[in-house]
């Protein structure tokens, strides 16, 4: 393998792990990849946040408020394949349906979904269709720009800073093997993102995503002992739902 490619794969990882969009990954994938593409994170919320921005750009001419946002956070959906919904509503299962930490992350591990997890889907969903079509149209552009790059980077946080839940290993406990290096270099990312397309709200948009994951991981660490691929995925919608909330208020 090159150079060029060793540089490149992890890039090339995270975005065939974060969305469907091809990445071309077909050489043998070290574990060591895998950690060193954390940092990669907001930009592919970056790239995420301007496919959307383009298709509410094209929409919103025919169609304004909950229709454009139901489209935008439905081809959301679509673009990262659910993986993110599927981890929230595994989380929520988990959580509240488990009574001991055996008991949660077995509960998580089910591949059925109970009615915390229906619920959570839903609310998440409905929250930020309704939010995002309350967010000013004088930025609503930049906003659906960054949403995804805060949410993304909240979990180069918890990947950088948290155990890894269960004794086997699992595809979340190849992405916690970021450093602390990795977060520095995520988070200069996603805040020059953020201020270049927010200016001073980015401020208030990176304190909430920077809270809520500081706040989150000591929950689910006090739950189940650290995090898993599961409580990522949800760790990255409820952080998307935090910042489009707040940046409906500014």
Not at 79 to 97: K, S, W
Not at 193 to 208: D, E, K, P, Q, S
Not at 222 to 231: H, K, L, N, Q, V
Request: hydrophobic residues 55%; aromatic residues 10%.
């Amino acid at each position: 393998m090159s150079n060029l490619a060793r540089l490149d794969q992890p890039l090339r990882l995270a975005l065939s792990f974060l969305t469907i969009i091809p990445s071309g990954v077909k050489e043998e994938i070290g574990e060591a990849s895998f950690a060193k593409s954390v940092k990669y994170f907001p930009v592919i919320g970056f790239a995420i946040g301007l496919l959307l921005a383009g298709l509410y750009a094209v929409i919103s001419t025919r169609l304004e408020g909950l229709a454009s946002s139901a489209i935008v956070i439905t081809a959301l959906i679509i673009v990262t394949r659910a993986l993110h919904l599927d981890g929230l509503a595994d989380t929520f299962d988990g959580i509240f349906g488990g009574k001991d930490k055996e008991q949660k992350l077995a509960i998580m591990k089910d591949s059925r979904i109970g009615s915390f997890g229906m619920v959570s889907i839903m609310a998440v969903i409905g929250l930020k269709i309704l939010l995002l079509s309350s967010i000013s149209s004088v930025y609503k552009l930049e906003a659906i720009i960054t949403f995804p790059v805060l949410g993304r980077w909240s979990a180069c946080y918890a990947v950088s800073t948290q155990p890894y839940a269960r004794k086997s290993k699992g595809l979340g406990s190849l992405f916690l093997g970021a450093n602390k290096i990795d977060l520095f270099i995520a988070s200069i990312i996603a805040f020059v993102i953020a201020a270049i397309f927010l200016g001073y709200a980015a401020i208030l948009a990176a304190v909430v995503a920077l809270v809520f994951a500081i706040a989150y991981s000591r929950f689910i660490k006090s739950e189940i002992g650290g995090m898993t691929g599961d409580t990522l995925g949800a760790l990255i919608e409820l952080t998307e739902l935090a910042v489009i909330f707040i940046l409906a208020f500014v």
